[in-house]
Protein backbone atom coordinates (compact mmCIF):
# COMPACT_ATOMS: atom_id res chain seq x y z
CA UNK A 1 0.00 0.00 0.00
CA UNK A 2 2.55 2.42 -0.58
CA UNK A 3 3.45 2.70 3.19
CA UNK A 4 -0.03 4.08 3.74
CA UNK A 5 -2.42 2.63 6.97
CA UNK A 6 -5.70 1.95 5.26
CA UNK A 7 -7.04 4.45 7.50
CA UNK A 8 -4.30 7.25 5.55
CA UNK A 9 -5.77 5.65 2.10
CA UNK A 10 -9.18 6.50 2.76
CA UNK A 11 -8.56 9.55 4.29
CA UNK A 12 -6.55 10.85 1.13
CA UNK A 13 -9.12 9.69 -0.93
CA UNK A 14 -12.18 11.12 0.82
CA UNK A 15 -10.57 14.54 0.87
CA UNK A 16 -9.45 14.92 -2.27
CA UNK A 17 -12.59 14.07 -3.64
CA UNK A 18 -13.80 16.69 -1.70
CA UNK A 19 -11.71 19.58 -2.46
CA UNK A 20 -11.81 18.31 -6.47
CA UNK A 21 -15.82 19.05 -6.38
CA UNK A 22 -17.85 16.20 -5.02
CA UNK A 23 -20.64 17.10 -2.56
CA UNK A 24 -20.23 13.86 -0.78
CA UNK A 25 -17.31 11.17 -1.33
CA UNK A 26 -16.94 7.39 0.40
CA UNK A 27 -14.32 5.56 0.21
CA UNK A 28 -13.99 1.52 0.79
CA UNK A 29 -11.18 -0.65 1.12
CA UNK A 30 -11.40 -4.54 1.03
CA UNK A 31 -8.64 -7.08 1.92
CA UNK A 32 -9.55 -10.39 1.88
CA UNK A 33 -6.99 -13.91 1.99
CA UNK A 34 -8.17 -17.24 0.80
CA UNK A 35 -6.84 -20.66 1.64
CA UNK A 36 -8.51 -23.68 0.30
CA UNK A 37 -7.75 -27.78 0.32
CA UNK A 38 -9.59 -30.36 -1.48
CA UNK A 39 -8.34 -34.22 -1.28
CA UNK A 40 -9.75 -37.36 -2.85
CA UNK A 41 -9.01 -40.57 -2.35
CA UNK A 42 -6.55 -39.08 0.54
CA UNK A 43 -4.66 -37.50 -2.06
CA UNK A 44 -4.11 -33.54 -2.27
CA UNK A 45 -6.17 -32.65 -5.13
CA UNK A 46 -6.04 -28.84 -5.38
CA UNK A 47 -4.52 -26.25 -2.66
CA UNK A 48 -5.23 -22.63 -3.30
CA UNK A 49 -3.82 -19.94 -1.45
CA UNK A 50 -4.77 -16.04 -3.07
CA UNK A 51 -5.74 -12.67 -1.92
CA UNK A 52 -8.02 -9.71 -3.26
CA UNK A 53 -7.22 -6.29 -1.99
CA UNK A 54 -8.59 -3.55 -3.75
CA UNK A 55 -10.29 0.77 -2.95
CA UNK A 56 -14.15 1.58 -4.36
CA UNK A 57 -14.45 4.98 -4.40
CA UNK A 58 -18.37 6.47 -4.50
CA UNK A 59 -18.59 10.64 -5.35
CA UNK A 60 -21.77 12.54 -5.30
CA UNK A 61 -21.55 15.97 -7.67
CA UNK A 62 -25.33 17.61 -7.74
CA UNK A 63 -27.24 14.40 -7.01
CA UNK A 64 -24.95 13.01 -10.19
CA UNK A 65 -23.40 9.57 -8.58
CA UNK A 66 -19.64 8.26 -9.70
CA UNK A 67 -18.28 5.11 -8.92
CA UNK A 68 -14.80 3.65 -9.95
CA UNK A 69 -12.22 0.94 -8.06
CA UNK A 70 -8.80 -0.21 -8.32
CA UNK A 71 -6.34 -3.01 -6.71
CA UNK A 72 -3.36 -0.36 -7.39
CA UNK A 73 -3.07 1.54 -4.27
CA UNK A 74 -0.24 3.43 -4.95
CA UNK A 75 -1.06 7.26 -4.49
CA UNK A 76 -0.74 8.54 -8.10
CA UNK A 77 -3.43 6.34 -8.92
CA UNK A 78 -5.63 6.72 -6.26
CA UNK A 79 -5.34 10.15 -7.17
CA UNK A 80 -6.22 9.76 -10.90
CA UNK A 81 -8.99 7.37 -9.56
CA UNK A 82 -10.44 10.35 -7.49
CA UNK A 83 -10.09 12.58 -10.46
CA UNK A 84 -12.02 10.02 -13.35
CA UNK A 85 -14.91 8.99 -10.48
CA UNK A 86 -15.74 13.08 -9.84
CA UNK A 87 -15.77 13.11 -14.42
CA UNK A 88 -17.66 9.71 -14.58
CA UNK A 89 -20.69 11.49 -12.08
CA UNK A 90 -20.82 14.58 -14.35
CA UNK A 91 -21.71 12.37 -17.50
CA UNK A 92 -25.08 10.52 -15.11
CA UNK A 93 -28.36 11.85 -14.61
CA UNK A 94 -29.12 13.40 -11.28
CA UNK A 95 -31.76 12.01 -8.98
CA UNK A 96 -32.98 13.06 -5.65
CA UNK A 97 -31.94 9.87 -3.82
CA UNK A 98 -28.62 10.26 -5.10
CA UNK A 99 -26.64 10.95 -1.55
CA UNK A 100 -25.31 9.39 0.95
CA UNK A 101 -26.57 8.19 4.20
CA UNK A 102 -25.95 10.80 6.86
CA UNK A 103 -26.56 7.88 9.99
CA UNK A 104 -23.97 7.62 12.70
CA UNK A 105 -22.67 4.53 14.17
CA UNK A 106 -23.06 3.57 17.51
CA UNK A 107 -20.59 1.74 19.81
CA UNK A 108 -21.85 -1.90 19.30
CA UNK A 109 -20.63 -5.08 21.50
CA UNK A 110 -18.23 -7.75 20.06
CA UNK A 111 -20.01 -9.58 17.66
CA UNK A 112 -17.59 -12.16 17.69
CA UNK A 113 -16.82 -12.49 13.90
CA UNK A 114 -13.09 -12.79 13.89
CA UNK A 115 -11.49 -16.17 15.09
CA UNK A 116 -7.57 -15.83 15.94
CA UNK A 117 -6.91 -19.42 15.14
CA UNK A 118 -9.21 -19.31 12.08
CA UNK A 119 -6.59 -17.04 11.10
CA UNK A 120 -3.42 -18.68 11.92
CA UNK A 121 -4.40 -21.58 10.15
CA UNK A 122 -1.89 -23.19 7.19
CA UNK A 123 -2.52 -25.41 4.39
CA UNK A 124 -1.16 -28.13 6.40
CA UNK A 125 -4.33 -27.87 8.59
CA UNK A 126 -6.68 -27.58 6.09
CA UNK A 127 -5.27 -30.55 4.11
CA UNK A 128 -5.78 -32.74 7.55
CA UNK A 129 -8.92 -31.89 8.16
CA UNK A 130 -10.35 -32.19 5.08
CA UNK A 131 -8.62 -36.13 5.13
CA UNK A 132 -10.11 -37.04 8.38
CA UNK A 133 -13.38 -35.63 6.76
CA UNK A 134 -13.37 -37.86 3.89
CA UNK A 135 -12.25 -40.88 6.24
CA UNK A 136 -15.23 -40.64 8.30
CA UNK A 137 -17.21 -40.53 5.30
CA UNK A 138 -15.63 -43.61 4.46
CA UNK A 139 -15.68 -45.38 8.02
CA UNK A 140 -19.38 -44.47 7.94
CA UNK A 141 -21.00 -46.71 5.62
CA UNK A 142 -18.68 -49.60 3.63
CA UNK A 143 -20.86 -48.14 0.05
CA UNK A 144 -18.66 -45.49 0.35
CA UNK A 145 -15.90 -46.58 -1.51
CA UNK A 146 -15.16 -42.87 -3.32
CA UNK A 147 -15.50 -39.28 -2.72
CA UNK A 148 -16.08 -35.90 -5.15
CA UNK A 149 -13.52 -34.50 -2.94
CA UNK A 150 -13.77 -33.34 0.64
CA UNK A 151 -12.55 -29.72 1.54
CA UNK A 152 -11.63 -27.29 3.91
CA UNK A 153 -10.99 -23.39 4.14
CA UNK A 154 -10.56 -20.68 5.24
CA UNK A 155 -11.14 -17.00 4.52
CA UNK A 156 -9.54 -13.70 6.69
CA UNK A 157 -10.57 -10.37 5.56
CA UNK A 158 -10.54 -6.60 6.56
CA UNK A 159 -12.80 -3.95 4.97
CA UNK A 160 -12.27 -0.13 6.00
CA UNK A 161 -14.92 2.59 5.59
CA UNK A 162 -15.10 6.02 5.80
CA UNK A 163 -17.69 9.16 4.22
CA UNK A 164 -18.36 12.50 4.57
CA UNK A 165 -20.26 12.09 7.20
CA UNK A 166 -18.80 8.94 8.81
CA UNK A 167 -15.63 8.95 10.36
CA UNK A 168 -13.18 6.47 10.08
CA UNK A 169 -14.90 2.47 10.65
CA UNK A 170 -12.88 -0.97 10.48
CA UNK A 171 -13.71 -4.53 11.26
CA UNK A 172 -11.88 -8.12 10.54
CA UNK A 173 -13.78 -11.66 9.89
CA UNK A 174 -12.69 -14.96 9.62
CA UNK A 175 -14.80 -17.75 7.90
CA UNK A 176 -13.91 -21.70 8.01
CA UNK A 177 -15.61 -24.36 5.96
CA UNK A 178 -15.62 -28.30 6.23
CA UNK A 179 -17.30 -30.27 3.99
CA UNK A 180 -17.38 -33.69 1.68
CA UNK A 181 -19.28 -35.32 -1.33
CA UNK A 182 -19.69 -38.89 -0.70
CA UNK A 183 -20.14 -41.54 -3.39
CA UNK A 184 -22.15 -44.54 -2.62
CA UNK A 185 -22.12 -47.63 -4.54
CA UNK A 186 -24.67 -50.61 -5.24
CA UNK A 187 -23.79 -52.54 -7.87
CA UNK A 188 -23.70 -50.44 -10.80
CA UNK A 189 -25.60 -47.68 -9.37
CA UNK A 190 -24.11 -44.80 -7.91
CA UNK A 191 -25.68 -41.45 -5.94
CA UNK A 192 -23.58 -38.62 -4.12
CA UNK A 193 -24.60 -37.01 -1.25
CA UNK A 194 -22.86 -33.83 0.95
CA UNK A 195 -22.73 -32.30 3.63
CA UNK A 196 -20.98 -28.51 4.63
CA UNK A 197 -20.33 -26.21 7.20
CA UNK A 198 -19.27 -22.49 7.76
CA UNK A 199 -18.87 -20.98 10.80
CA UNK A 200 -16.97 -17.60 12.02
CA UNK A 201 -15.07 -19.48 15.18
CA UNK A 202 -13.71 -22.64 14.47
CA UNK A 203 -14.98 -24.49 17.76
CA UNK A 204 -18.51 -23.41 16.26
CA UNK A 205 -17.44 -25.91 12.79
CA UNK A 206 -19.17 -29.22 12.82
CA UNK A 207 -16.48 -32.13 13.48
CA UNK A 208 -15.19 -34.13 10.15
CA UNK A 209 -16.84 -37.27 12.10
CA UNK A 210 -20.26 -35.67 11.99
CA UNK A 211 -19.81 -34.23 8.55
CA UNK A 212 -19.01 -36.86 7.31
CA UNK A 213 -21.29 -39.34 8.76
CA UNK A 214 -24.16 -37.02 7.79
CA UNK A 215 -22.80 -36.67 3.76
CA UNK A 216 -22.64 -40.86 3.57
CA UNK A 217 -25.98 -41.04 4.93
CA UNK A 218 -27.00 -39.17 2.03
CA UNK A 219 -25.48 -40.54 -0.44
CA UNK A 220 -26.64 -44.06 0.38
CA UNK A 221 -30.32 -42.69 1.06
CA UNK A 222 -30.48 -42.03 -2.33
CA UNK A 223 -29.75 -45.05 -3.48
CA UNK A 224 -32.53 -47.22 -5.09
CA UNK A 225 -34.09 -43.76 -6.24
CA UNK A 226 -37.12 -44.08 -8.63
CA UNK A 227 -39.96 -41.53 -9.41
CA UNK A 228 -43.71 -42.06 -8.17
CA UNK A 229 -46.83 -41.21 -10.06
CA UNK A 230 -47.92 -37.68 -10.01
CA UNK A 231 -49.92 -36.70 -7.31
CA UNK A 232 -51.15 -34.25 -5.17
CA UNK A 233 -49.67 -34.47 -1.43
CA UNK A 234 -48.10 -32.90 2.07
CA UNK A 235 -44.12 -32.15 1.30
CA UNK A 236 -41.80 -31.44 3.56
CA UNK A 237 -38.73 -29.94 2.88
CA UNK A 238 -35.79 -30.87 5.53
CA UNK A 239 -33.71 -27.99 6.83
CA UNK A 240 -31.14 -27.51 3.96
CA UNK A 241 -33.81 -27.78 1.48
CA UNK A 242 -35.94 -25.24 3.53
CA UNK A 243 -32.82 -22.82 3.31
CA UNK A 244 -32.76 -23.40 -0.50
CA UNK A 245 -36.20 -22.44 -0.99
CA UNK A 246 -35.68 -19.44 1.24
CA UNK A 247 -33.04 -18.26 -0.48
CA UNK A 248 -35.12 -18.35 -3.39
CA UNK A 249 -37.90 -16.44 -1.85
CA UNK A 250 -34.95 -13.26 -0.97
CA UNK A 251 -35.59 -11.44 -4.77
CA UNK A 252 -39.23 -10.89 -3.88
CA UNK A 253 -38.42 -8.85 -0.50
CA UNK A 254 -35.36 -7.13 -1.99
CA UNK A 255 -37.30 -2.93 -2.22
CA UNK A 256 -35.30 -2.26 -5.32
CA UNK A 257 -37.69 -5.54 -7.12
CA UNK A 258 -40.54 -4.25 -5.05
CA UNK A 259 -39.93 -0.70 -6.88
CA UNK A 260 -40.10 -2.21 -10.44
CA UNK A 261 -42.90 -4.28 -9.82
CA UNK A 262 -40.76 -7.22 -10.15
CA UNK A 263 -41.70 -9.13 -6.82
CA UNK A 264 -45.14 -11.07 -6.35
CA UNK A 265 -44.99 -9.25 -2.90
CA UNK A 266 -45.32 -5.66 -4.19
CA UNK A 267 -48.65 -4.15 -2.64
CA UNK A 268 -48.44 -6.54 0.03
CA UNK A 269 -46.89 -4.77 2.89
CA UNK A 270 -49.27 -5.70 6.23
CA UNK A 271 -51.33 -8.19 5.10
CA UNK A 272 -50.84 -11.95 5.71
CA UNK A 273 -48.89 -13.54 2.91
CA UNK A 274 -47.85 -16.29 5.10
CA UNK A 275 -48.82 -18.89 7.65
CA UNK A 276 -48.81 -17.47 10.78
CA UNK A 277 -46.25 -20.61 12.02
CA UNK A 278 -43.54 -18.24 9.39
CA UNK A 279 -41.65 -15.94 11.24
CA UNK A 280 -38.50 -14.63 8.66
CA UNK A 281 -35.85 -12.17 10.11
CA UNK A 282 -32.67 -10.44 8.53
CA UNK A 283 -30.39 -10.14 11.72
CA UNK A 284 -27.35 -8.39 10.74
CA UNK A 285 -25.87 -8.33 14.31
CA UNK A 286 -26.55 -11.89 14.89
CA UNK A 287 -23.66 -12.91 17.41
CA UNK A 288 -20.55 -15.14 15.11
CA UNK A 289 -23.29 -15.04 12.02
CA UNK A 290 -21.95 -15.26 8.82
CA UNK A 291 -23.28 -12.70 7.54
CA UNK A 292 -22.59 -10.29 10.72
CA UNK A 293 -20.92 -6.65 10.69
CA UNK A 294 -21.36 -3.87 12.56
CA UNK A 295 -22.25 -2.13 9.20
CA UNK A 296 -23.35 -2.62 5.48
CA UNK A 297 -21.62 -1.47 2.38
CA UNK A 298 -22.54 2.65 3.14
CA UNK A 299 -22.07 2.61 6.10
CA UNK A 300 -25.24 2.50 7.99
CA UNK A 301 -25.28 -0.06 11.04
CA UNK A 302 -26.87 -3.89 10.83
CA UNK A 303 -29.99 -4.70 12.71
CA UNK A 304 -32.17 -7.04 13.42
CA UNK A 305 -35.00 -6.85 10.81
CA UNK A 306 -38.49 -8.67 11.06
CA UNK A 307 -39.78 -9.19 7.32
CA UNK A 308 -42.60 -11.56 8.16
CA UNK A 309 -43.98 -11.52 11.77
CA UNK A 310 -46.17 -14.45 12.22
CA UNK A 311 -47.61 -14.42 8.54
CA UNK A 312 -47.99 -11.04 7.82
CA UNK A 313 -45.29 -8.70 5.55
CA UNK A 314 -43.70 -5.71 7.71
CA UNK A 315 -40.96 -4.72 5.68
CA UNK A 316 -38.66 -5.53 2.39
CA UNK A 317 -34.97 -5.21 2.78
CA UNK A 318 -33.15 -1.61 1.72
CA UNK A 319 -30.44 0.10 0.77
CA UNK A 320 -30.33 4.10 1.69
CA UNK A 321 -31.32 4.80 -1.63
CA UNK A 322 -34.26 2.35 -1.78
CA UNK A 323 -35.34 3.67 1.80
CA UNK A 324 -36.07 7.27 0.18
CA UNK A 325 -37.34 5.80 -2.49
CA UNK A 326 -40.22 4.50 -0.48
CA UNK A 327 -39.83 7.02 2.66
CA UNK A 328 -39.35 4.68 5.35
CA UNK A 329 -35.72 3.62 7.43
CA UNK A 330 -32.92 2.12 5.98
CA UNK A 331 -32.30 -1.38 7.08
CA UNK A 332 -28.71 -1.57 6.71
CA UNK A 333 -28.97 -3.87 3.74
CA UNK A 334 -26.51 -2.47 1.40
CA UNK A 335 -24.21 -5.30 0.46
CA UNK A 336 -20.99 -4.68 -1.76
CA UNK A 337 -17.58 -5.64 -2.66
CA UNK A 338 -14.88 -3.12 -3.83
CA UNK A 339 -15.45 -3.28 -7.52
CA UNK A 340 -19.39 -3.17 -6.83
CA UNK A 341 -21.71 -0.30 -5.76
CA UNK A 342 -24.02 -0.94 -3.12
CA UNK A 343 -27.05 -3.03 -3.51
CA UNK A 344 -30.06 -4.61 -1.48
CA UNK A 345 -28.65 -7.91 -0.14
CA UNK A 346 -29.23 -9.88 2.76
CA UNK A 347 -27.42 -10.37 6.00
CA UNK A 348 -28.11 -13.20 8.11
CA UNK A 349 -31.79 -14.35 6.48
CA UNK A 350 -33.62 -17.00 8.30
CA UNK A 351 -37.19 -18.91 9.04
CA UNK A 352 -37.53 -18.52 12.62
CA UNK A 353 -37.51 -21.99 14.03
CA UNK A 354 -40.70 -23.67 15.50
CA UNK A 355 -42.08 -25.84 17.88
CA UNK A 356 -42.46 -29.30 15.74
CA UNK A 357 -39.63 -31.60 15.19
CA UNK A 358 -38.55 -32.96 11.28
CA UNK A 359 -39.51 -37.01 12.68
CA UNK A 360 -43.04 -35.25 14.32
CA UNK A 361 -43.80 -34.04 10.93
CA UNK A 362 -42.73 -37.21 9.13
CA UNK A 363 -44.97 -39.44 11.64
CA UNK A 364 -47.67 -37.08 11.03
CA UNK A 365 -48.02 -37.13 7.39
CA UNK A 366 -49.75 -40.03 5.87
CA UNK A 367 -48.60 -40.12 2.85
CA UNK A 368 -46.24 -37.06 1.58
CA UNK A 369 -42.66 -36.37 0.17
CA UNK A 370 -39.97 -35.32 2.06
CA UNK A 371 -37.40 -33.21 0.17
CA UNK A 372 -33.67 -33.61 1.09
CA UNK A 373 -32.26 -32.27 -2.23
CA UNK A 374 -33.43 -29.82 -4.77
CA UNK A 375 -32.11 -29.20 -8.12
CA UNK A 376 -31.85 -25.92 -10.75
CA UNK A 377 -33.74 -23.16 -10.33
CA UNK A 378 -37.37 -23.23 -9.68
CA UNK A 379 -38.60 -19.48 -8.19
CA UNK A 380 -40.14 -17.21 -10.02
CA UNK A 381 -40.45 -14.37 -7.70
CA UNK A 382 -42.33 -12.14 -10.28
CA UNK A 383 -44.91 -14.30 -11.44
CA UNK A 384 -45.30 -16.18 -8.00
CA UNK A 385 -44.65 -19.42 -9.55
CA UNK A 386 -42.53 -22.06 -8.40
CA UNK A 387 -41.91 -25.71 -9.99
CA UNK A 388 -38.73 -27.59 -9.34
CA UNK A 389 -36.76 -31.01 -9.38
CA UNK A 390 -35.96 -32.75 -6.08
CA UNK A 391 -35.10 -35.87 -4.81
CA UNK A 392 -35.77 -37.28 -1.21
CA UNK A 393 -37.87 -40.33 0.38
CA UNK A 394 -41.34 -40.85 0.18
CA UNK A 395 -43.76 -41.33 3.64
CA UNK A 396 -46.38 -44.02 3.83
CA UNK A 397 -47.95 -43.94 6.86
CA UNK A 398 -45.78 -41.55 8.77
CA UNK A 399 -42.60 -43.65 7.75
CA UNK A 400 -40.19 -42.66 5.70
CA UNK A 401 -39.91 -45.48 2.77
CA UNK A 402 -38.46 -45.48 -0.55
CA UNK A 403 -35.61 -43.31 -2.08
CA UNK A 404 -37.66 -40.91 -4.46
CA UNK A 405 -36.23 -39.25 -7.35
CA UNK A 406 -36.84 -37.38 -10.84
CA UNK A 407 -39.67 -35.69 -9.94
CA UNK A 408 -40.88 -32.15 -9.88
CA UNK A 409 -42.89 -30.26 -6.75
CA UNK A 410 -45.33 -27.52 -8.04
CA UNK A 411 -47.35 -24.48 -6.78
CA UNK A 412 -47.75 -20.90 -6.56
CA UNK A 413 -45.97 -19.06 -3.41
CA UNK A 414 -48.54 -17.26 -2.16
CA UNK A 415 -50.79 -20.32 -0.95
CA UNK A 416 -47.03 -22.47 -0.39
CA UNK A 417 -46.37 -19.86 2.13
CA UNK A 418 -49.83 -19.47 3.52
CA UNK A 419 -49.85 -23.36 3.28
CA UNK A 420 -46.80 -24.24 5.61
CA UNK A 421 -48.33 -26.33 8.30
CA UNK A 422 -45.47 -27.05 10.81
CA UNK A 423 -41.98 -25.43 11.29
CA UNK A 424 -39.32 -27.15 12.70
CA UNK A 425 -36.66 -27.06 15.60
CA UNK A 426 -33.47 -27.67 13.54
CA UNK A 427 -32.07 -24.11 12.74
CA UNK A 428 -28.48 -23.81 12.39
CA UNK A 429 -26.75 -21.14 11.10
CA UNK A 430 -24.43 -23.39 8.61
CA UNK A 431 -24.85 -20.53 5.90
CA UNK A 432 -26.36 -17.04 6.16
CA UNK A 433 -29.83 -18.27 4.75
CA UNK A 434 -30.81 -20.83 6.84
CA UNK A 435 -34.08 -22.34 7.97
CA UNK A 436 -35.57 -24.85 9.75
CA UNK A 437 -37.35 -28.15 8.20
CA UNK A 438 -41.56 -27.16 7.21
CA UNK A 439 -44.36 -28.72 5.89
CA UNK A 440 -46.47 -27.26 3.23
CA UNK A 441 -49.95 -28.81 3.48
CA UNK A 442 -50.07 -29.63 -0.14
CA UNK A 443 -48.02 -29.50 -3.49
CA UNK A 444 -48.56 -30.64 -7.11
CA UNK A 445 -45.72 -33.66 -7.26
CA UNK A 446 -44.98 -34.36 -11.00
CA UNK A 447 -43.88 -37.75 -11.46
CA UNK A 448 -44.39 -40.56 -14.06
Known amino acids: MANLTPREILDRVRDLAQRSGAAEAEAYLE ?67 NRLPDEQLPALPDLEIYDAAVAAMRPADLIALARKTEDQAFAADKRIQ ?17 NTFAPYQTYRTTTCSLGVTAIATDGTVKREGGFDDRRRIFLDLNTPERIGRRAAERAAARLGGATIATTNAPVIFEADAAASFLAGLLPALNATNVIEQRSFLAGKPNRQVASPLVT ?41 TTARRMNVRMTGNAVRSYDTLPAVGPTN ?13 VSETPRGLLVTELAGFGIDTVSG ?25 AGRLDEMLLG ?29
Open 31 to 97: IVNFTEARVRQGEVEFLSQSAVQGLGVRVFVDRKVGFSYTTDLRPNVMDELVRRTIALAGQNAPRDE
Open 349 to 361: FYLQAGASTLDKM
Open 146 to 162: ATRHAHAGVAVGEVHFT
Open 420 to 448: IDAVGKDLEYRSAIASPSIRFRQLTIAGS
Open 280 to 320: IVDDGLLRRGLGTHPFDGEGVQHRRTVVIERGVLVKFLHTA
Open 385 to 409: EYSQQVAGRWIEKGVLGASVEGVTV
